[in-house]
C-alpha cells in the first residue's frame, strides 16, 4: 500500500514541531536553573556562520508552513519572524501546528505531480510535489529541528535522542 502525501508529510511535521517545542522548554528550565536569561540559548549558534537558534526555529516554521500550504494550494501565512524569547518560538511553533490542523488529507492527497515552482536565488527551481515534499521540504525541517536541538545540546541543556524524535 502506497503512503499518502498528507500521511507522509503532516503527522511528521507536528511530531518534530512537537518535540522541538519541547526542546524549547528544557532550554528555558536549563536556562531557569542556571539563573541566566534564556535569550543566550535563543541567539546562540555552533559556528560563527550559522544561523542561531532563533532563525533555525523561523526556517523550520517556514519549511512546514510552506511546504503543506503549496501542496494544498493555500496562502502561505506569513509570519514576522521578530521573536526574541523562548516563548515567542513556542508561539510560533504553536501557531504553525494550528495552520496544520486547517488542512485536510483531501487537500495534500493525489498531489504527487503537481508543479511546484520555487523562486531561489540561484533562479526558478520546479519541483513535482512528491519531489519536493521528499527532497526538498522533509531534509530542510529535520536539518533545522536537529540543528536547534544541537544548539541546545551543544550549550548544555539536558536533551537526548528521545527528545529529537518526540511522540512516535
Known sequence: MAISMYSASVPM???LL???????????AFAEAKKFDSSVLV?????????????????????VKGGAARLAGVEIPVYA???ATIDELKA?????VAFLDTLSAGQIDGTEGKEIVLKMRAGDTTFTGQRY?????IPNVIF????????????GVD???????GAY
Open 133 to 137: 515534499l521528499i527532497g526538498f521540504v
Open 43 to 63: 541567539n546562540a549558534r555552533l559556528a560563527p556562520d550559522m544561523f542561531p537558534l532563533s532563525k533555525q526555529v523561523q526556517i523550520a516554521t517556514d519549511m
Open 81 to 83: 519572524d521578530d521573536e
Open 159 to 165: 536533551v537526548g535522542k528521545r527528545d529529537f524524535l
Open 92 to 96: 510560533r511553533i504553536a501557531k504553525t
Open 18 to 28: 512537537g518535540a522541538l517545542s519541547a526542546v524549547l522548554d528544557k532550554g528555558a
Open 13 to 15: 511535521f507536528k511530531t
Open 144 to 155: 533545522h529541528c536537529a540543528t536547534a536541538y544541537d544548539i541546545l545540546r551543544h550549550n
